[in-house]
């Protein structure tokens, strides 16, 4: 269905769309968001190709020394008494593994105190919140039976008894059992879901599932490319690539739909449960940096700080 | 450094995954038991009739009506608090002076609360919260020999009987892990621990400490001299004056407010078996024991 969606576009429009992902949002804005994309594509298609900007690992290849090794990200709020933790910045340009740099990485995000009991509330949360409960068995009154006492009061040598629908009878009614569609909603308080973000990032970077790439652009969009570059460099089964924003480039999304298990997220679709399902998590730096920033934002954050403030609006994400 | 270790831990385990993640078992709450199995039927465990089974029980402590037990008692608040409090025994003037003349003290040394501690006459249990010795009055007309001698706890009265013999008295404070190697040090060194480096005092302590009147270890020693002459004129005794005096080294003798021992610096692991020191040659050491 995406895929076919996306030649559509291309067939009408003859450039090099981003695709986007649908995304349901609050406010009925979806009518500006449609002429918001075919403003970029005319943008886009206006201006020449060989202005596009030489992506890092084509700069790694002209000359290996321009491409800058990044030892040193600046950090917001580091704890002087925690050491970051270092991670290597790889390219998807290759199947083979070539590094581009190396970074730092916030220690109050990827390596937070490894608390299985907060990724089992958040596991659970996110199974439950949707959850609706219709088992509904008839009580009493719901059962249709005629109102009539079923035997005399004496005499027939039985218990006393009157109308079928009576709990003591074997086809009569159930007590107290479950009533109706009844919703399992609930929230969880906000920093356990915040640290449940933190542990599950914290353990992929622990147990070295966790891969941080320039970007998310291939040279093809042939799925055998995408399954060779995991398959060298064993990522396993299943992955799970993570990007800033929800335009992703061509070749990837066309790749990666052959294959159920390798997912593409934008990161406001960040879960714990994905992060654990997958086994490899990959993101681009883009995405890190977002990561950071938020979740730094909201972990420090309470309802004091919080009272009068339009940080967090939804319109303006 | 718990998280570290639990990171590494992680490290070498299973790959984290849906089919392995369980609650603590903490949190996971015990079902009411609804006593509905084999042997629980008919009065489901609680017998027949009267309160047990109706669950009209009265509350836990009620004795059918008089006042009970745990009401009879009133509450006292008089010495609440007490045994968290900082205590100084006390150690009389007579006491210190027989002391010295059965020569368990020597009158030629600083007189240090180790010293003390060791001649077996006064004993300390930093356990049960003593922080020190308090010198006290008692024997004031009958102590008659110039010493210099450094407590916890000193009275006008026994600042003047020792400085109107021509010696020094100096308040100093030590805090329980330091007192610890002070009251037997030679227990402790046998330990291997390094000798502590001591702290300053509480707040509720530093204003007396800090005070040239009790002649205290952070106080500033012209106002010291100047509280001596004071102290004279209101006694009414004359002042001698100590330069002239022949124990002029011992009593300028002085602890560096983070030192336990004369002689020994705190950092330092003393052997007695070998008869050697061992001092620290990290950066990171040196850098904490100097601080």
């Known amino acids: ?317 | 450094m718990g998280i570290e270790k639990a990171l590494r831990l992680v490290k070498d385990l299973p790959r984290v995954a849906l089919n392995n993640i369980k609650n603590s078992p903490m949190d996971q709450k015990k079902p009411h038991n609804l006593r509905r199995g084999w042997g629980k039927n008919k009065t489901h465990g609680r017998g027949h009739k009267g309160q047990g089974q109706r669950m009209t029980l009265p509350k836990l402590g009620f004795e059918t009506g008089h006042k009970p037990f745990y009401l009879r008692v009133p509450q006292e608040y008089y010495y609440e608090g007490h045994h968290l409090k900082r205590q100084y025994p006390p150690l009389s003037l007579l006491r210190l002076q027989r002391m010295i003349d059965m020569g368990c003290l020597d009158p030629n040394e600083v007189i240090d609360i180790s010293s003390i501690c060791m001649t077996g006459h006064y004993h300390l249990h930093v356990d049960r919260r003593h922080y020190g010795i308090n010198l006290t009055e008692e024997g004031a007309e009958k102590f008659s020999t110039p010493i210099c001698i450094e407590v916890q706890w000193a009275s006008e009265m026994t600042i003047a009987t020792i400085e109107r013999l021509g010696g020094v008295i100096m308040t100093r404070f030590y805090d329980p892990l330091s007192l610890i190697a002070l009251q037997d040090p030679e227990t402790y060194f046998k330990t291997g621990k390094p000798i502590p480096k001591c702290k300053l005092p509480p707040t509720d302590a530093v204003e007396y400490y800090s005070d040239p009147k009790f002649r205290g270890y952070l106080a500033d020693p012209e106002k010291i001299a100047e509280e001596r002459v004071a102290l004279s004129q209101k006694y009414g005794y004359d002042l001698p004056d100590l330069s002239e005096s022949d124990k002029l080294s011992l009593l300028l003798k002085r602890k560096d407010p983070r030192q336990i021992f004369f002689g020994l610096h705190p950092g330092w692991i003393v052997n007695l078996t070998e008869k050697k020191i061992l001092k620290p040659k990290a950066e990171y050491l040196q850098e904490y024991y100097h601080s």
């Open chain 1, 1 to 317: 269905m995406l895929g076919q969606t996306c030649r559509k576009i291309t067939g009408s429009l003859n450039v090099s769309p981003r695709i986007e992902f649908k995304r349901y949002l609050w406010r009925n804005s979806i009518c500006q968001q449609k002429i918001d994309i075919t403003l970029k594509y005319t943008d886009e298609a206006s201006g020449s190709i060989a202005n596009k900007e030489p992506t890092l690992y084509e700069k790694f290849l002209k000359n290996p020394k321009s491409v800058p090794l990044i030892t040193s990200r600046k950090l917001e709020n580091c704890n002087k008494y925690r050491q970051p933790r270092q991670a290597w910045l790889e390219t998807l340009s290759t199947v083979e593994d070539h590094k581009l740099g190396m970074l730092d990485l916030h220690p109050d995000i990827f390596a937070v105190h490894p608390r299985l009991d907060i990724l089992y509330h958040n596991l659970r949360w996110q199974e439950f919140y949707k959850k609706i409960d219709y088992n509904w068995t008839p009580s009493r009154g719901d059962l249709d039976v005629s109102g009539g006492k079923q035997m005399p009061q004496k005499g027939s040598g039985r218990a006393r008894n009157r109308n079928r629908s009576s709990i003591m009878f074997r086809t009569g009614a159930k007590p107290l059992g479950p009533k109706g569609p009844r919703a399992l909603f609930y929230m969880l308080p906000k920093q356990y879901r915040v640290q449940g973000l933190c542990t599950a990032l914290s353990f992929k970077y622990a147990q070295n599932n966790l891969h941080i790439v320039d970007s998310l652009e291939i040279p093809t969009d042939d799925p055998e490319y995408i399954q060779d570059l995991i398959d060298t460099r064993f990522w396993g089964f299943s992955a799970l690539f993570v990007d800033d924003t929800d335009y992703m480039p061509e070749n990837i999304t066309y790749a990666l739909a052959e294959f159920p298990s390798y997912n593409i997220l934008p990161v406001y679709g960040l879960n714990v449960r994905d992060m654990l399902k997958h086994e490899t998590l990959i993101l681009t730096l883009a995405a890190v940096e977002k990561i950071e920033q938020k979740l730094l934002f909201h972990s420090s954050r309470n309802k004091r700080s919080s009272r009068f403030s339009m940080d967090t609006r939804y319109d303006q994400y």
